[in-house]
């Protein structure tokens, strides 16, 4: 079969298998998903942004939907990133460190207020950072020993070296709320931070209002003084709110919007790469994937540029590497490229000991080559790659069961060890600096979203060498060649190895209501960035 006759072939394969999709992702909106959603979206007034996105509220702790209050600028951490990922001053001013890199110390910005009228003392700040200490967030993963306060500055205490330790400051987790937010048991009862926008109203887990603190008035155009966010779980749903004048920003679109939005008249669209990436995560423990040939057959059988055009409508989105371009200092040019050869793939299994069956489907030792692959429908394209997935294992007589459930499923999965495979979208941006992420993910025992019963030594070594280096300062060349060195040796054994199969990188589509300008995506999706937009 010629090579052309082979990709038509291929194409109409994903197509089928983006149709057969449908159904089973149907079938697990049945809970309720499906119907029409629970919370009415009413039309607000005409000088009130509307932004519409597919998460919910589900608690106020800033553990759990910080970020959404972090995104709608009603709170603010130590420390900001810019669009490159170099860190910027937020409630502080500057940090430096000490030569052994133990001691970090924060001088706090002065003469700023809460919401509620309250002083943001350094004594509130501390407060706030050893709550988020003993709490399910980032902070855990530098090994913190002491934290006080020397005049207004934050001095914190390590029990050794982590040079990414100032992005930790950065992440939703750290946000910096008043005294008057907390229970006499440290709860969060109420949402008082120190952002350009404070709460006007909340109702969880689906809606909140916000309106500026101090009214601006500009020459240039009229900001925006009152928002709402409200959670739409279907990407159709948001679209038609869009289509209709009821929403003016709305994220997470599917293709099928993005081509129902362009070139609408009420509508513009944004988009930029984001530093996430879809990948399957393998049970490397598990009996028929310990054996790396198993899993660089299944990397071989996936056609990255064809579910990226036949599913996302953008074939620059198959994924090459783990790391996107979005991720410039991980990203490596120079290493080969992940590619599609069913016969090679074919030819490791058969090496593997995998004969093919009368059914289609390989056997071993009496064993049949089948597992399950989970995943969820909170990113509604996941369903319809992992049938994508399925159908091109098949072709390699791997026999697949597409499950779709929750989130949750996948690192209660990991935990339990029950897990095979996994589909999911890995965000390597979770902080600007992924190595505290790669830590949890590639780290001796692995990671809800990583490795899976994975052996390795190299790598953790390699990124527990990373986080011990201090920040490398401009005129270190040597350091800097170092530490790029460790990256793509990093890269090139998990390309080599795969505990994660990459699939396809992630863009970030957005509506942009025509009233508007000045919008922009943050590639970090730390802030929806309100603030800087006008009223056309």
Same mark, same amino acid.
């Given at each position: 079969?010629?090579?052309?006759?082979?990709?038509?072939?291929?194409?109409?394969?994903?197509?089928?298998?983006?149709?057969?999709?449908?159904?089973?992702?149907?079938?697990?909106?049945?809970?309720?998903?499906?119907?029409?959603? !629970?919370?009415?979206?009413?039309? =607000?007034?005409?000088?009130?942004?509307?932004?519409?996105?597919?998460?919910?509220?589900?608690?106020?702790?800033? !553990?759990?939907?910080?970020? $959404?209050?972090?995104?709608?600028?009603?709170?603010?951490?130590?420390?900001?990133? /810019?669009?490159?990922?170099?860190?910027? +001053?937020?409630?502080?001013? *500057?940090?430096?460190?000490?030569? /052994?890199?133990?001691?970090?110390?924060?001088?706090?910005?002065?003469?700023?207020?809460?919401?509620?009228?309250?002083?943001?003392?350094?004594?509130?700040?501390?407060?706030?950072?050893?709550?988020?200490?003993?709490?399910?967030?980032?902070?855990?993963?530098?090994?913190? =020993?002491? $934290?006080?306060?020397?005049?207004?500055?934050?001095? #914190?205490?390590?029990?050794?070296?982590?040079?990414?330790?100032?992005?930790?400051?950065?992440?939703?987790?750290?946000?910096?709320?008043?005294?008057?937010?907390? /229970?006499?048991?440290?709860?969060?009862?109420?949402?008082?931070?120190?952002?350009?926008?404070?709460?006007?109203?909340?109702?969880?887990?689906?809606?909140?209002?916000?309106?500026?603190?101090?009214?601006?008035?500009?020459?240039?155009?009229?900001? %925006?003084?009152? =928002?709402?966010? #409200?959670?739409?779980?279907?990407?159709?749903?948001?679209?038609?709110?869009?289509?209709?004048?009821?929403?003016?920003?709305?994220?997470?679109?599917?293709?099928?919007? #993005?081509?129902?939005?362009?070139?609408?008249?009420?509508?513009?669209?944004?988009?930029?790469?984001?530093?996430?990436?879809?990948?399957?995560?393998?049970? +490397?423990?598990?009996?028929?994937?310990?054996?790396?040939?198993?899993?660089?057959?299944?990397?071989?059988?996936?056609?990255?540029?064809?579910?990226?055009?036949?599913?996302?409508?953008?074939?620059?989105?198959?994924?090459?590497?783990?790391?996107?371009?979005?991720?410039?200092?991980?990203?490596?040019?120079?290493?080969?490229?992940?590619?599609?050869?069913?016969?090679?793939?074919?030819?490791?299994?058969?090496?593997?000991?995998?004969?093919?069956?009368?059914?289609?489907?390989?056997?071993?030792?009496?064993?049949?080559?089948?597992?399950?692959?989970? *995943?969820?429908?909170?990113?509604?394209?996941?369903?319809?790659?992992? *049938?994508?997935?399925?159908?091109?294992?098949?072709?390699?007589?791997?026999?697949?069961?597409?499950? %779709?459930?929750?989130?949750?499923?996948?690192? +209660?999965?990991?935990?339990?060890?029950?897990?095979?495979?996994?589909?999911?979208?890995?965000?390597?941006?979770?902080?600007?600096?992924?190595?505290?992420?790669?830590?949890?993910?590639?780290?001796?025992?692995?990671?809800?979203?990583?490795?899976?019963?994975?052996?390795?030594?190299?790598?953790?070594?390699?990124?527990?060498?990373?986080?011990?280096?201090?920040?490398?300062?401009?005129?270190?060349?040597?350091?800097?060649?170092?530490?790029? !060195?460790?990256?793509?040796?990093?890269? +090139?054994?998990?390309?080599?190895?795969?505990?994660? #199969?990459?699939?396809?990188?992630?863009?970030?589509?957005?509506?942009?209501?025509?009233?508007?300008?000045?919008?922009?995506?943050?590639?970090?999706?730390?802030?929806?960035?309100?603030?800087?937009?006008?009223?056309?």
């Amino acid at each position: 079969m010629s090579h052309d006759l082979k990709a038509v072939r291929r194409r109409a394969l994903l197509a089928a298998a983006a149709l057969a999709a449908v159904q089973p992702w149907r079938n697990a909106l049945a809970h309720g998903d499906d119907a029409p959603h !629970s919370h009415a979206v009413t039309r =607000a007034d005409a000088g009130v942004l509307t932004v519409v996105g597919p998460w919910e509220m589900t608690g106020l702790d800033p !553990s759990r939907s910080g970020y $959404m209050f972090a995104r709608m600028e009603v709170v603010e951490t130590l420390l900001e990133v /810019d669009d490159s990922g170099h860190l910027r +001053a937020g409630l502080a001013t *500057t940090w430096r460190v000490s030569d /052994d890199g133990l001691q970090w110390r924060i001088a706090l910005r002065s003469g700023r207020r809460y919401h509620d009228g309250s002083t943001l003392t350094p004594a509130s700040v501390l407060a706030c950072l050893q709550r988020a200490a003993q709490r399910p967030g980032v902070l855990q993963l530098a090994a913190i =020993a002491a $934290m006080q306060l020397e005049g207004s500055d934050l001095v #914190i205490t390590l029990r050794q070296p982590f040079g990414p330790f100032p992005y930790l400051l950065t992440h939703y987790t750290t946000q910096i709320l008043a005294p008057a937010s907390f /229970d006499a048991r440290g709860n969060v009862q109420a949402i008082i931070g120190s952002g350009p926008y404070r709460i006007r109203s909340l109702s969880l887990p689906q809606q909140f209002d916000v309106e500026r603190v101090a009214l601006i008035e500009s020459g240039q155009g009229r900001p %925006i003084q009152r =928002a709402r966010y #409200i959670s739409v779980s279907r990407a159709e749903t948001r679209t038609l709110l869009v289509q209709s004048g009821q929403a003016d920003l709305a994220f997470s679109l599917d293709p099928p919007s #993005i081509r129902a939005l362009q070139d609408h008249p009420r509508a513009a669209l944004l988009s930029t790469m984001l530093p996430r990436t879809t990948i399957l995560k393998l049970n +490397a423990g598990h009996p028929f994937l310990a054996d790396v040939r198993v899993r660089r057959a299944i990397a071989l059988c996936i056609e990255r540029e064809g579910i990226a055009r036949a599913l996302l409508r953008d074939p620059d989105l198959g994924a090459t590497q783990l790391f996107p371009p979005a991720l410039a200092r991980w990203h490596d040019a120079s290493l080969p490229p992940l590619q599609t050869d069913l016969k090679q793939a074919r030819r490791l299994l058969e090496e593997a000991g995998w004969r093919l069956g009368a059914d289609g489907v390989r056997w071993r030792e009496g064993q049949r080559l089948a597992l399950n692959l989970t *995943t969820f429908v909170d990113r509604p394209e996941l369903p319809l790659i992992a *049938t994508a997935l399925q159908e091109e294992m098949r072709q390699i007589g791997i026999a697949v069961r597409v499950v %779709i459930g929750n989130s949750s499923d996948i690192p +209660a999965g990991h935990r339990s060890g029950l897990l095979q495979m996994a589909l999911a979208a890995r965000n390597y941006g979770n902080l600007p600096e992924p190595v505290a992420s790669l830590l949890q993910d590639f780290g001796p025992e692995g990671g809800d979203w990583g490795a899976m019963g994975w052996r390795n030594a190299e790598v953790p070594a390699l990124l527990a060498q990373l986080a011990a280096a201090p920040a490398v300062p401009a005129d270190r060349d040597r350091d800097r060649d170092r530490d790029r !060195s460790l990256r793509q040796r990093i890269t +090139a054994v998990l390309q080599e190895q795969l505990p994660v #199969i990459p699939v396809v990188w992630y863009r970030q589509t957005c509506a942009v209501s025509r009233r508007l300008r000045g919008a922009s995506i943050d590639p970090f999706e730390r802030s929806y960035r309100i603030s800087s937009l006008q009223w056309t």
